[in-house]
């Protein structure tokens, strides 16, 4: 009976080992995200409201140029935007009457890579 040799060749385990550690030495930054949680002044969640960020408070009160395109709120009220800019944000707010001009309309620091910045904006 023929014994077959288990013994992984040097040059395997070496580059194995190798590109075990490369791999823990790189670091992939993630562009920062904002996640907007849209609440009525009881902090019951809105659902199919529609949210639009912006650079500048001029875009965001003629409600032109959004940085990406207006998105719904999910059932829970929550909306996402990814792959945004380290920069602090203006939001705007509508379901039928009800907004959020009078209320929160800015991101309250600068967005951070690698973070989701989380953000609740009531509506009345």
């Known amino acids: ?15 194995t080992t190798f590109v075990l ?3 823990s030495c790189i670091k992939i930054d993630v562009p ?4 907007i949680h ?9 659902d199919q409201a529609f949210v639009g960020i912006f650079q500048n408070v001029d875009e965001w009160g003629m409600k032109e140029n959004p940085v990406q395109a207006w998105k719904k709120t999910q059932e829970d ?3 996402i935007f990814v792959e945004l800019l ?4 203006y939001v705007v707010v ?10 929160e309309i800015r991101t309250t ?9 989380k953000l609740v904006i009531h509506i009345d």
């Open 38 to 46: 849209v609440v009525d002044e009881f902090s019951n969640p809105i």
């Open 109 to 117: 620091e600068v967005l951070k890579e690698n973070r989701i910045t």
């Open 32 to 35: 920062p995200s904002i996640e």
């Open 77 to 79: 009220g929550t909306v």
């Open 1 to 15: 009976m023929r014994m077959i040799s288990t013994r992984i060749p040097f040059y395997v385990a070496f580059l």
């Open 94 to 103: 509508e379901k039928g009457k009800l907004n959020n001009l009078r209320n």
């Open 21 to 23: 550690l490369l791999s």
């Open 86 to 89: 380290e920069m602090n944000y």
